[in-house]
Protein backbone atom coordinates (compact mmCIF):
# COMPACT_ATOMS: atom_id res chain seq x y z
CA UNK A 1 0.00 0.00 0.00
CA UNK A 2 1.54 3.40 -1.37
CA UNK A 3 2.43 6.03 2.03
CA UNK A 4 3.45 9.43 2.42
CA UNK A 5 -0.32 10.50 1.51
CA UNK A 6 -2.50 12.86 3.19
CA UNK A 7 -5.60 14.53 2.44
CA UNK A 8 -5.62 18.23 2.20
CA UNK A 9 -4.98 19.35 5.81
CA UNK A 10 -6.70 22.47 6.95
CA UNK A 11 -4.10 25.27 7.59
CA UNK A 12 -0.38 25.03 7.77
CA UNK A 13 1.60 21.93 7.21
CA UNK A 14 2.62 21.04 10.97
CA UNK A 15 5.29 18.37 12.06
CA UNK A 16 1.81 16.70 13.72
CA UNK A 17 0.18 16.18 10.06
CA UNK A 18 2.79 14.38 8.82
CA UNK A 19 2.58 11.36 11.28
CA UNK A 20 -0.52 10.93 9.09
CA UNK A 21 1.89 8.77 6.53
CA UNK A 22 2.64 6.03 9.17
CA UNK A 23 -1.11 5.23 8.37
CA UNK A 24 -0.85 4.39 4.75
CA UNK A 25 -3.35 6.00 2.01
CA UNK A 26 -6.55 6.85 3.54
CA UNK A 27 -9.30 5.63 0.80
CA UNK A 28 -10.47 9.19 0.46
CA UNK A 29 -6.97 10.03 -0.98
CA UNK A 30 -7.15 7.60 -3.71
CA UNK A 31 -8.88 5.90 -6.80
CA UNK A 32 -8.05 3.01 -8.89
CA UNK A 33 -7.71 3.57 -12.63
CA UNK A 34 -8.67 1.45 -15.27
CA UNK A 35 -5.56 -0.04 -16.02
CA UNK A 36 -5.68 -1.11 -12.66
CA UNK A 37 -2.92 1.82 -11.02
CA UNK A 38 -3.30 3.99 -8.19
CA UNK A 39 -4.21 7.75 -8.86
CA UNK A 40 -4.09 9.87 -6.35
CA UNK A 41 -7.18 12.44 -5.82
CA UNK A 42 -6.40 15.85 -6.56
CA UNK A 43 -5.56 18.05 -3.87
CA UNK A 44 -4.17 15.55 -1.72
CA UNK A 45 -0.53 15.89 -0.16
CA UNK A 46 2.69 14.05 -0.65
CA UNK A 47 4.64 14.49 2.99
CA UNK A 48 7.90 14.05 3.23
CA UNK A 49 8.32 11.21 0.81
CA UNK A 50 11.72 9.96 0.03
CA UNK A 51 12.32 9.11 -3.98
CA UNK A 52 14.33 10.54 -6.68
CA UNK A 53 14.06 12.27 -10.29
CA UNK A 54 14.13 10.95 -13.28
CA UNK A 55 13.31 12.28 -16.72
CA UNK A 56 9.83 11.76 -18.35
CA UNK A 57 8.59 10.15 -21.16
CA UNK A 58 7.90 13.78 -23.21
CA UNK A 59 10.84 16.32 -23.43
CA UNK A 60 11.05 18.67 -20.74
CA UNK A 61 9.23 16.32 -18.10
CA UNK A 62 10.50 15.64 -14.61
CA UNK A 63 9.12 12.31 -12.66
CA UNK A 64 8.88 12.15 -9.14
CA UNK A 65 9.36 8.37 -8.23
CA UNK A 66 8.61 7.32 -4.26
CA UNK A 67 11.11 4.83 -2.69
CA UNK A 68 9.64 1.89 -2.62
CA UNK A 69 10.79 -0.45 1.04
CA UNK A 70 9.20 -3.45 -0.78
CA UNK A 71 10.56 -3.99 -4.45
CA UNK A 72 6.50 -5.95 -4.86
CA UNK A 73 4.93 -2.95 -4.74
CA UNK A 74 3.66 -0.98 -6.98
CA UNK A 75 5.46 1.59 -8.17
CA UNK A 76 3.87 5.69 -7.62
CA UNK A 77 5.31 8.79 -9.36
CA UNK A 78 4.08 12.24 -9.82
CA UNK A 79 4.92 14.09 -12.65
CA UNK A 80 6.40 17.28 -11.37
CA UNK A 81 4.86 20.60 -12.61
CA UNK A 82 7.29 23.85 -13.60
CA UNK A 83 8.20 25.97 -10.76
CA UNK A 84 11.32 27.14 -9.18
CA UNK A 85 12.04 24.64 -6.96
CA UNK A 86 11.63 21.95 -9.68
CA UNK A 87 14.15 24.16 -11.51
CA UNK A 88 16.42 24.20 -8.47
CA UNK A 89 15.43 20.22 -8.56
CA UNK A 90 16.94 19.75 -11.97
CA UNK A 91 20.05 21.31 -11.90
CA UNK A 92 21.14 19.41 -9.19
CA UNK A 93 20.41 15.91 -10.70
CA UNK A 94 21.86 17.50 -14.39
CA UNK A 95 24.95 18.35 -12.39
CA UNK A 96 25.55 14.79 -11.22
CA UNK A 97 25.12 12.34 -14.15
CA UNK A 98 25.04 8.85 -13.35
CA UNK A 99 24.22 9.21 -9.48
CA UNK A 100 20.75 8.71 -8.46
CA UNK A 101 20.34 11.65 -5.59
CA UNK A 102 17.15 10.86 -2.82
CA UNK A 103 15.55 13.97 -1.85
CA UNK A 104 12.23 14.18 0.51
CA UNK A 105 9.48 16.41 -1.06
CA UNK A 106 6.47 17.58 0.05
CA UNK A 107 3.69 18.64 -2.54
CA UNK A 108 0.64 18.96 -3.67
CA UNK A 109 -1.17 16.40 -6.06
CA UNK A 110 -3.42 17.59 -9.11
CA UNK A 111 -4.76 15.03 -11.84
CA UNK A 112 -4.83 15.97 -15.32
CA UNK A 113 -6.33 13.21 -18.43
CA UNK A 114 -5.22 10.02 -15.98
CA UNK A 115 -1.74 11.15 -14.58
CA UNK A 116 -1.07 12.41 -11.24
CA UNK A 117 0.91 15.42 -11.09
CA UNK A 118 2.62 17.21 -7.81
CA UNK A 119 3.40 20.41 -6.97
CA UNK A 120 6.39 20.67 -4.47
CA UNK A 121 5.33 23.56 -1.94
CA UNK A 122 8.84 23.23 -0.13
CA UNK A 123 11.92 23.28 -0.27
CA UNK A 124 13.43 19.66 -0.78
CA UNK A 125 15.71 17.75 1.59
CA UNK A 126 18.38 15.56 0.73
CA UNK A 127 18.47 12.03 2.26
CA UNK A 128 21.32 10.47 0.41
CA UNK A 129 23.78 10.57 -2.86
CA UNK A 130 27.64 9.65 -3.83
CA UNK A 131 29.25 12.48 -3.64
CA UNK A 132 31.41 12.70 -7.15
CA UNK A 133 35.49 13.03 -7.13
CA UNK A 134 37.09 15.55 -8.40
CA UNK A 135 40.60 14.42 -11.12
CA UNK A 136 43.35 14.50 -8.97
CA UNK A 137 41.27 14.85 -5.77
CA UNK A 138 40.69 12.00 -3.38
CA UNK A 139 36.52 12.21 -3.37
CA UNK A 140 34.53 10.77 -0.65
CA UNK A 141 34.26 7.30 -0.43
CA UNK A 142 31.46 5.34 -2.14
CA UNK A 143 27.73 5.45 -0.09
CA UNK A 144 28.45 8.28 2.11
CA UNK A 145 25.76 10.57 2.61
CA UNK A 146 25.12 13.81 2.52
CA UNK A 147 23.23 15.41 5.90
CA UNK A 148 19.78 14.74 6.12
CA UNK A 149 18.97 18.04 6.89
CA UNK A 150 20.19 19.77 3.81
CA UNK A 151 17.81 22.00 1.61
CA UNK A 152 18.30 22.70 -1.76
CA UNK A 153 20.40 25.90 -0.91
CA UNK A 154 22.85 24.04 1.25
CA UNK A 155 23.21 21.23 -1.81
CA UNK A 156 23.92 24.21 -4.28
CA UNK A 157 26.82 25.35 -1.80
CA UNK A 158 28.10 21.70 -1.68
CA UNK A 159 28.40 20.72 -5.16
CA UNK A 160 30.12 24.20 -5.29
CA UNK A 161 32.81 23.07 -3.49
CA UNK A 162 32.85 19.48 -4.93
CA UNK A 163 32.51 19.86 -8.72
CA UNK A 164 32.86 23.69 -8.89
CA UNK A 165 30.18 26.16 -10.48
CA UNK A 166 26.84 25.64 -11.39
CA UNK A 167 25.78 27.68 -14.34
CA UNK A 168 22.09 28.62 -12.11
CA UNK A 169 20.46 28.63 -15.48
CA UNK A 170 20.92 25.32 -18.46
CA UNK A 171 19.27 28.00 -20.76
CA UNK A 172 21.34 30.81 -20.58
CA UNK A 173 24.91 32.20 -19.09
CA UNK A 174 25.15 34.66 -16.57
CA UNK A 175 26.74 36.42 -19.32
CA UNK A 176 24.03 36.32 -22.09
CA UNK A 177 21.49 37.03 -19.10
CA UNK A 178 23.41 40.23 -18.65
CA UNK A 179 24.34 41.58 -22.12
CA UNK A 180 21.02 40.75 -23.58
CA UNK A 181 18.22 43.54 -24.73
CA UNK A 182 15.48 43.90 -22.65
CA UNK A 183 12.27 41.83 -23.41
CA UNK A 184 8.72 40.39 -22.85
CA UNK A 185 10.70 38.24 -20.63
CA UNK A 186 12.00 41.12 -18.04
CA UNK A 187 7.86 41.64 -17.45
CA UNK A 188 7.21 38.25 -15.87
CA UNK A 189 4.91 37.79 -13.00
CA UNK A 190 6.35 37.14 -9.26
CA UNK A 191 6.01 33.47 -8.42
CA UNK A 192 3.34 32.79 -6.07
CA UNK A 193 1.35 36.43 -7.00
CA UNK A 194 -2.69 35.82 -7.32
CA UNK A 195 -4.25 36.22 -10.32
CA UNK A 196 -7.66 37.24 -9.61
CA UNK A 197 -10.50 37.18 -12.16
CA UNK A 198 -8.78 38.07 -15.32
CA UNK A 199 -10.03 38.75 -17.81
CA UNK A 200 -8.70 36.85 -21.40
CA UNK A 201 -8.72 34.22 -23.38
CA UNK A 202 -7.11 30.62 -24.30
CA UNK A 203 -4.97 29.56 -27.03
CA UNK A 204 -3.26 26.27 -28.17
CA UNK A 205 0.83 26.41 -28.10
CA UNK A 206 2.60 24.78 -31.53
CA UNK A 207 3.18 22.04 -28.77
CA UNK A 208 -0.12 21.23 -27.85
CA UNK A 209 0.04 23.70 -24.46
CA UNK A 210 -2.80 25.50 -23.57
CA UNK A 211 -2.06 29.15 -22.31
CA UNK A 212 -4.24 32.09 -21.05
CA UNK A 213 -3.75 35.40 -23.06
CA UNK A 214 -4.76 38.18 -20.64
CA UNK A 215 -6.77 40.65 -22.38
CA UNK A 216 -5.65 44.62 -21.99
CA UNK A 217 -6.24 46.66 -18.37
CA UNK A 218 -7.55 50.21 -18.66
CA UNK A 219 -3.88 51.52 -19.00
CA UNK A 220 -3.76 49.52 -22.39
CA UNK A 221 -1.31 47.32 -21.48
CA UNK A 222 -1.67 43.56 -20.58
CA UNK A 223 0.33 40.62 -18.95
CA UNK A 224 2.32 38.45 -21.46
CA UNK A 225 0.33 35.26 -21.59
CA UNK A 226 0.81 32.23 -19.08
CA UNK A 227 0.99 27.92 -19.59
CA UNK A 228 -1.77 26.42 -17.88
CA UNK A 229 -0.86 24.00 -15.61
CA UNK A 230 -2.15 20.31 -15.49
CA UNK A 231 -5.02 20.08 -13.43
CA UNK A 232 -9.10 18.77 -12.99
CA UNK A 233 -9.56 23.00 -13.41
CA UNK A 234 -7.80 22.67 -17.00
CA UNK A 235 -9.79 19.99 -18.12
CA UNK A 236 -12.93 22.02 -17.08
CA UNK A 237 -11.90 25.38 -19.18
CA UNK A 238 -11.02 22.95 -22.65
CA UNK A 239 -14.04 21.68 -22.15
CA UNK A 240 -15.43 24.86 -21.94
CA UNK A 241 -13.34 25.87 -24.71
CA UNK A 242 -14.28 22.98 -27.26
CA UNK A 243 -18.05 23.80 -26.47
CA UNK A 244 -18.10 27.61 -27.03
CA UNK A 245 -15.00 28.08 -29.81
CA UNK A 246 -11.45 29.48 -29.91
CA UNK A 247 -11.21 33.20 -28.06
CA UNK A 248 -14.07 32.47 -25.86
CA UNK A 249 -13.54 35.74 -23.01
CA UNK A 250 -13.23 34.52 -19.57
CA UNK A 251 -12.88 35.54 -16.35
CA UNK A 252 -9.83 33.65 -15.13
CA UNK A 253 -8.56 32.88 -11.08
CA UNK A 254 -5.62 31.44 -10.26
CA UNK A 255 -1.89 31.26 -8.98
CA UNK A 256 1.29 32.38 -10.50
CA UNK A 257 4.59 29.76 -10.82
CA UNK A 258 7.67 30.81 -12.89
CA UNK A 259 10.18 28.34 -14.83
CA UNK A 260 13.22 29.08 -17.04
CA UNK A 261 12.27 31.77 -17.77
CA UNK A 262 8.24 32.13 -18.46
CA UNK A 263 5.05 32.19 -16.22
CA UNK A 264 2.60 29.14 -15.54
CA UNK A 265 -0.72 29.50 -14.53
CA UNK A 266 -2.21 27.15 -12.09
CA UNK A 267 -6.39 27.88 -12.28
CA UNK A 268 -8.38 27.77 -9.29
CA UNK A 269 -11.73 29.24 -10.55
CA UNK A 270 -13.18 30.47 -14.15
CA UNK A 271 -16.23 31.89 -14.65
CA UNK A 272 -18.31 33.42 -18.37
CA UNK A 273 -18.43 37.66 -17.94
CA UNK A 274 -21.63 39.23 -18.62
CA UNK A 275 -22.43 41.94 -20.45
CA UNK A 276 -24.97 44.01 -19.90
CA UNK A 277 -26.56 46.02 -22.81
CA UNK A 278 -26.82 49.22 -22.62
CA UNK A 279 -30.51 50.98 -24.43
CA UNK A 280 -29.91 54.19 -24.78
CA UNK A 281 -33.21 56.59 -26.09
Not at 26 to 31: E, G, I, N, T
Not at 33 to 48: K, M, N, P, Q, S
Not at 77 to 83: G, I
Not at 127 to 141: H, I
Request: hydrophobic residues 40%; glycine residues 8%.
Amino acid sequence: MPRNLCPVPTGRLHRATVLLIALGLRADAAQTTDTGGTLVREGAYILEASGSLHRGEQPGWWVFRIARDDPDKELLEFTLLPCTLLASLEQLVESMPGQEIVFELTGEVFVYQGRNFLMPTHAPRLVEYVAPSRPGVLGAPAGDAAPRDGSAETILRDLDRSVGPIVRSPRKSTAAATSRPHTASDRLVAPGSLVLWRHGWMVREPDGAWSYVFGADATGLSDPPMVLLPCRMLEDLQRHARRSGPRTPLLVSGRVYRYHGRNYLLPTMFRIPRYRTVLRP
